[in-house]
């Protein structure tokens, strides 16, 4: 059955139509994606700022728990909740715990680091030969085996042993640079209320309260809980598969 032919009359109504249909020009379309970023924006950023972030990883200084070219995903609430895109608590309902690996602005410069928490308010610490002292008792080692190589520019790669070591109850992997020259010992020191002591868990390549000092508690940012994406920067950007989506300890 074939359509009617089109009259006068719808022909003209239907010019009207679009007529009255407003034209999108380029400064209506540019407005509306300003209006639409701006409105994606106002609800990201106080979301990255006071609840949940990542952190890129562009150092080796947590090796071999957290590899050169990883994201973390930040746990902005773990420790209490911040006023967006500021540094005052709303409220505190934890701190941070021995072992914690946690995120925060380093009190030399205010770079974000990565780094694990060894010492609370309150700890006696000291280190001797690269083992670790709490209160007087020595924090658990063991061997494990040889490492992956520790990479520094200017050097040839350097051989490395893997060790775990015990804090609170919890394990982790840590790595030690025979012949490296580091801040391996030290004697005891007390971490002041409001502070914390962290380490790098690539021992003898990693800047951290050894050299900077205690880490204000109001400095850090979260707590990193996992790994979301891991690409290997020392061969081309692939992507380490098995390391995606896998819980830091």
């Known amino acids: 059955m074939t359509a009617p032919a089109p009259t006068p009359e719808s022909l003209a109504?239907?010019?009207g139509t679009a007529a009255a249909r407003p034209r999108r020009t380029a400064?209506?379309?540019?407005?509306?994606?300003?209006s639409s970023l701006a409105f994606a924006l106002a609800i990201l950023l106080p979301v990255r700022s006071s609840i949940?972030?990542?952190?890129?990883?562009?150092?080796?200084?947590m090796r071999p728990?957290?590899?050169e070219g990883e994201r973390v995903f930040v746990n902005k609430l773990a420790f209490g909740l911040r006023v967006p895109m500021t540094h005052t608590w709303l409220a505190r309902w934890e701190d941070p715990a021995r072992g914690d690996i946690i995120t925060f602005a380093s009190p030399a410069d205010g770079q974000r680091l990565v780094k694990r928490v060894v010492g609370i308010p309150g700890d006696r610490l000291s280190m001797r030969s690269n083992t670790l002292f709490i209160n007087g008792?020595?924090?658990g080692r063991s061997d494990v085996g040889p490492g992956e190589p520790n990479l520094v520019p200017n050097l040839p790669p350097l051989a490395t042993e893997l060790?775990?070591?015990?804090?609170?109850?919890?394990?982790?992997?840590?790595?030690?640079?025979?012949?490296?020259?580091?801040p391996s010992t030290f004697s005891e020191i007390t971490?002041?209320?409001?502070h914390v002591f962290v380490l790098g868990d690539n021992r003898d390549i990693s800047g951290d309260s050894r050299l900077f000092g205690f880490v204000p508690i109001e400095n850090i940012y979260g707590k990193a809980s996992a790994v979301v994406a891991s690409v290997d920067p020392q061969n081309l950007y692939i992507p380490r598969w098995s390391r995606w989506f896998s819980a830091l300890k």
């Open 13 to 15: 109504t239907a010019a």
């Open 27 to 34: 400064g209506r379309i540019a407005r509306e994606w300003i």
């Open 65 to 67: 728990t957290i590899l």
């Open 191 to 194: 971490v002041p209320e409001g």
């Open 52 to 61: 949940a972030d990542w952190n890129d990883v562009p150092s080796g200084s």
């Open 137 to 139: 008792e020595r924090a």
């Open 163 to 182: 060790e775990t070591e015990t804090l609170g109850g919890c394990s982790h992997a840590i790595t030690i640079t025979p012949g490296v020259q580091s």
